[in-house]
């Protein structure tokens, strides 16, 4: 039987509030997350329990003032997201995961929140084309939006085009009221909503009518080349194999591609293959295209919603 270790963790005065968090409210998760006893005495935290549980906790509060003193605000679920990077041993530190700003609105930072959000955003910085594959919720199309973003306001790209299948998912296009253009919004709209928060609101529809933004069905693809973009096809589980094909061959020079979607939730015909399933056969394995694989550990919405991921997966194994 290992004996119980205690030890000290003297944190930085200026930055000890900001790691326990409001009333130790970070201090509390922690300790719920890690089978050890803490005792707070102004800025140093005595930590005591079995030894891999006391390691455990020095290197989340160790990190966890890394993030502090680049001037980010933790959270609960910022201190829960660091107990799950150590546990897999990541490769990268805590804070080189929750502390990698993409772009900043006002008080807004966008960051990825987990491993392997963290994952696939380094694979768009250094890929051409990248497929983000993985339940709702895990910031497939956000992140992708923010390096967009990114890429638009450092002249990496000169233009971003955003695009989606008009694939009907219980209603059909013809019931719904107004124009074509009324009919076609609704699907366009999740991207709509990533833009406003990452550029001031008055900003897009001016950018739009430039041609620096673009959000359009993915019918208005065909026969075009897509130079010097940064090009997002989103719901891409929704195309066929022949409109994935058709997409992807649109690439041209200067152009970053990104195919996000979940392939649990295909709302194609009966008997109509996937476009999605059948690239990671054609394309894994080809060189400047990655394939990254999110979980419903990625999942950053309510806690429940990795948990309905999980029991739907389940469910689809046994059936």
């Given at each position: 039987?290992?004996?119980?270790?205690?030890?000290?963790?003297?944190?930085?005065?200026r930055y000890a509030s900001g790691v326990l968090g409001i009333n130790e409210a970070n201090l509390?998760?922690?300790?719920?997350?890690?089978?050890?006893d803490f005792h707070v005495r102004g800025n140093v935290v005595s930590i005591s329990g079995p030894?891999?549980?006391?390691?455990?906790?020095?290197?989340?509060?160790?990190?966890?003032?890394?993030?502090?003193?680049?001037?980010?605000?933790?959270?609960?679920?910022?201190?829960?997201?660091?107990?799950?990077?150590?546990?897999?041993?990541?490769?990268?530190?805590?804070?080189?995961?929750?502390?990698?700003?993409?772009?900043?609105?006002?008080?807004?930072?966008?960051?990825?929140?987990?491993?392997?959000?963290?994952?696939?955003?380094?694979?768009?910085?250094?890929?051409?084309?990248?497929?983000?594959?993985?339940?709702?919720?895990?910031?497939?199309?956000?992140?992708?939006?923010?390096?967009?973003?990114?890429?638009?306001?450092?002249?990496?790209?000169?233009?971003?085009?955003?695009?989606?299948?008009?694939?009907?998912?219980?209603?059909?296009?013809?019931?719904?009221?107004?124009?074509?253009?009324?009919?076609?919004?609704?699907?366009?709209?999740?991207?709509?909503?990533?833009?406003?928060?990452?550029?001031?609101?008055?900003?897009?529809?001016?950018?739009?009518?430039?041609?620096?933004?673009?959000?359009?069905?993915?019918?208005?693809?065909?026969?075009?080349?897509?130079?010097?973009?940064?090009?997002?096809?989103?719901?891409?589980?929704?195309?066929?194999?022949?409109?994935?094909?058709?997409?992807?061959?649109?690439?041209?020079?200067?152009?970053?591609?990104?195919?996000?979607?979940?392939?649990?939730?295909?709302?194609?015909?009966?008997?109509?293959?996937?476009?999605?399933?059948?690239?990671?056969?054609?394309?894994?394995?080809?060189?400047?295209?990655?394939?990254?694989?999110?979980?419903?550990?990625?999942?950053?919405?309510?806690?429940?919603?990795?948990?309905?991921?999980?029991?739907?997966?389940?469910?689809?194994?046994?059936?």
């Amino acid at each position: 039987m290992t004996a119980d270790l205690r030890e000290k963790v003297e944190l930085d005065t200026r930055y000890a509030s900001g790691v326990l968090g409001i009333n130790e409210a970070n201090l509390r998760t922690l300790d719920n997350l890690i089978d050890a006893d803490f005792h707070v005495r102004g800025n140093v935290v005595s930590i005591s329990g079995p030894g891999h549980e006391v390691s455990r906790a020095r290197k989340v509060l160790t990190e966890l003032e890394s993030i502090a003193r680049r001037g980010h605000v933790i959270s609960p679920d910022a201190v829960k997201r660091a107990v799950e990077i150590i546990a897999v041993e990541a490769p990268q530190s805590v804070s080189q995961v929750l502390g990698s700003d993409i772009v900043s609105r006002r008080d807004k930072t966008i960051r990825p929140k987990t491993l392997g959000q963290k994952t696939y955003v380094d694979a768009i910085d250094h890929n051409t084309v990248v497929f983000g594959i993985g339940p709702a919720g895990s910031g497939k199309t956000y992140l992708a939006v923010a390096k967009a973003v990114q890429a638009l306001q450092t002249k990496q790209v000169s233009r971003i085009i955003l695009t989606r299948p008009a694939v009907e998912a219980g209603e059909k296009l013809g019931f719904l009221p107004g124009t074509l253009g009324d009919k076609i919004d609704p699907y366009l709209r999740p991207l709509y909503d990533a833009l406003r928060d990452m550029l001031d609101p008055e900003m897009i529809p001016k950018l739009m009518e430039a041609g620096v933004i673009e959000v359009a069905p993915l019918a208005y693809m065909r026969g075009r080349t897509l130079s010097d973009s940064f090009v997002i096809l989103d719901e891409a589980q929704n195309t066929t194999p022949e409109q994935m094909k058709m997409f992807l061959t649109r690439l041209g020079f200067g152009a970053k591609m990104v195919v996000t979607g979940d392939v649990s939730q295909v709302d194609l015909p009966r008997g109509t293959q996937s476009g999605l399933r059948v690239v990671r056969e054609i394309l894994r394995g080809v060189e400047d295209i990655e394939f990254c694989e999110m979980a419903s550990t990625d999942v950053v919405r309510h806690q429940l919603v990795g948990r309905i991921v999980d029991a739907y997966d389940l469910f689809e194994e046994k059936s």
